[in-house]
T-cell receptor, first 108, second 116 residues
């Protein structure tokens, strides 16, 4: 079963704008991870944030984690056409439990 | 390229046939995971190994499914008597527990199964 949900389910923005995706989950976690998936392909790991961390950056990515609200957000700044993909959050204990994903479309 | 490879990339079979998929993880990784993903959904956990030991199986893994990792390196996932509901992308991932990148799972490209 899915652990949580991403919000929104779909997002379309103009190239250069920022994209924000949210993730909610249900149980306690060791860490939370974000993945990107291009259509019909495998998942690419983007960033991992541990349960004792509140914010993490990697290039144009910024992830926040609020364990009291059981939520996380992924911000992609200065979006590019190549960012068009589905984005999944996954909570981790031993295995990963994925959300339902946000489909991001960047309009050139 | 994450280093995890899966074969075949695509498999079309008729209902009732058996199929076997192979996953080769990143060489030094001690954990190997199998997930299944259907269209429009996130991946769902099936099972995982630490070295050659199968440590957890999801209730999604019915009696028709079996996974092995005989030497703690590559793994196979077999589906017997396939059903149309087995049509999905089967994803393999590996990770190194205890190292600097503990918990990060690296995924292969997946095997897309179509059951006719």
């Amino acid at each position: 079963s899915q652990q949580g949900e991403e919000d929104p389910q779909a997002l379309s923005i103009q190239e250069g704008e920022n994209a924000t995706m949210n993730c909610s989950y249900k149980t306690s976690i060791n860490n939370l991870q974000w993945y990107r998936q291009n259509s019909g392909r495998g998942l690419v790991h983007l960033i991992l944030i541990r349960s004792n961390e509140r914010e993490k950056h990697s290039g144009r990515l910024r992830v926040t984690l609020d364990t009291s609200k059981k939520s996380s957000s992924l911000l992609i700044t200065a979006s590019r056409a190549a960012d068009t993909a589905s984005y999944f959050c996954a909570t981790a204990r031993e295995k990963l439990t994925f959300g339902t994903g946000t489909r991001l479309t960047i309009i050139p | 390229d994450t280093g995890v490879s899966q074969n075949p990339r695509h498999k079309i079979t008729k209902r009732g046939q058996n199929v076997t998929f192979r996953c080769d993880p990143i060489s030094e990784h001690n954990r190997l995971y199998w997930y299944r993903q259907t269209l429009g959904q996130g991946p769902e956990f099936l099972t995982y190994f630490q070295n050659e030991a199968q440590l957890e199986k999801s209730r999604l893994l019915s009696d028709r499914f079996s996974a092995e990792r005989p030497k703690g390196s590559f793994s196979t996932l077999e589906i017997q008597r396939t059903e149309q509901g087995d049509s999905a992308m089967y994803l393999c991932a590996s990770s190194l527990v205890g190292g600097a990148f503990t918990d990060t799972q690296y995924f292969g490209p997946g095997t897309r199964l179509t059951v006719l």
